[in-house]
């Protein structure tokens, strides 16, 4: 089976290790015998260099980057206006040891086989979404409002993108309208359930990971009362509500797939700066 290049693999890992060591004992085997020459004094400082950036390498790759910090980088915008595409972020694998993600905490984590459905990422992708419930939390969305437990949520962080200008059929021929885009969401029985909203702001048929359910089943869910996030799982939405491949297609993350948080931005430097001060910048 190929190896695809990905420095998180353990073979990868090793690769470069054993390649810095290789260079290691090239230069040591070449090196004068003449330990007094200006050639040794080469060797020996080469060899050191050699010595100190495998150590370094390897601490990074097999301690600090597997159990304490990685670098993510975002290629879409899902996370907008909080992180935008580009953006090259720290991300703490610690954190999560030692407690549990918490209510709108920024999150990475292994994308679940379903997400994986309904985009072209590839098996082992990362995902980073905003945890907006945790396990025993009653979720609900409502034309663009979240209700956690009954209450409604400040969100100044969201953002909604309306749907293509389109002619008013009821206006000037030159007329045109823009569809404003939305969704309602509901946990029922355990699952994640959403509809869009139709161009005439209505809302359209209840569905469960991108597929309509059945016709019976429509008024039972309108009807019911919102669920609870279930033990072990979490609720992930993006802050670009109406661009985002989360949670309310596909539904629950499993707490087994967490990876981190996202700490701060580092890259470009234009956007450095924590991860949750840009969140409360944006709800400003």
Same mark, same amino acid.
């Given at each position: 089976m190929p190896l695809n290049f990905n420095i998180d693999s353990w073979p990868w890992k090793f690769a470069v290790i054993f390649a810095l060591l290789g260079m290691r004992a090239f230069v040591s085997l070449l090196s004068p /015998? +003449? /330990? +007094?020459? *200006?050639?040794?004094?080469?060797? /020996?400082? !080469?060899?050191?260099? !050699? +010595?100190?950036?495998? @150590?370094? @390498? $390897? !601490?990074? !790759? &097999? =301690? @600090?980057?597997? &159990? =304490?910090? *990685?670098?993510? &980088? @975002?290629?879409? $915008?899902?996370?907008e206006d909080t992180l935008r595409i580009r953006d090259r972020l720290l991300v703490s694998k610690l954190v999560y040891r030692l407690k549990e993600p918490q209510f709108q905490d920024v999150v990475v984590f292994k994308a679940p086989p379903d997400a994986l459905l309904n985009s072209n990422s590839t098996e082992d992708t990362d995902f980073i979404k905003r945890c907006m419930g945790v396990p025993g939390d009653v979720i609900e969305v409502k034309d663009r409002q979240v209700f956690r437990n009954g209450k409604a949520i400040p969100e100044g962080y969201v953002k909604w993108s309306d749907g293509p200008a389109v002619a008013d059929p009821f206006g000037s021929p030159d007329a045109l309208s823009v569809s404003r885009q939305s969704y309602d969401m509901k946990i029922y029985d355990g699952a994640v359930y959403s509809r869009d909203y139709n161009a005439d702001g209505q809302p359209g048929l209840w569905k469960k990971n991108n597929v309509v359910v059945p016709e019976y089943d429509q008024n039972l869910i309108t009807g019911a009362k919102p669920g609870k996030v279930p033990p072990e799982k979490l609720l992930m939405l993006g802050d670009h509500r109406s661009d985002s491949n989360d949670s309310h297609v596909w539904g629950f993350v499993p707490r087994q797939n967490i990876v981190g948080k996202a700490i701060c931005v580092f890259w470009p430097p234009t956007r450095l700066g924590l991860v949750d001060k840009m969140s409360q910048a944006q709800a400003a």
């Open positions: /015998k +003449d /330990k +007094d020459s *200006q050639q040794s004094e080469t060797a /020996k400082w !080469l060899t050191e260099t !050699l +010595d100190s950036a495998a @150590i370094a @390498i $390897g !601490l990074v !790759l &097999f =301690i @600090i980057q597997p &159990f =304490i910090l *990685q670098a993510f &980088f @975002i290629p879409s $915008g899902s996370m």
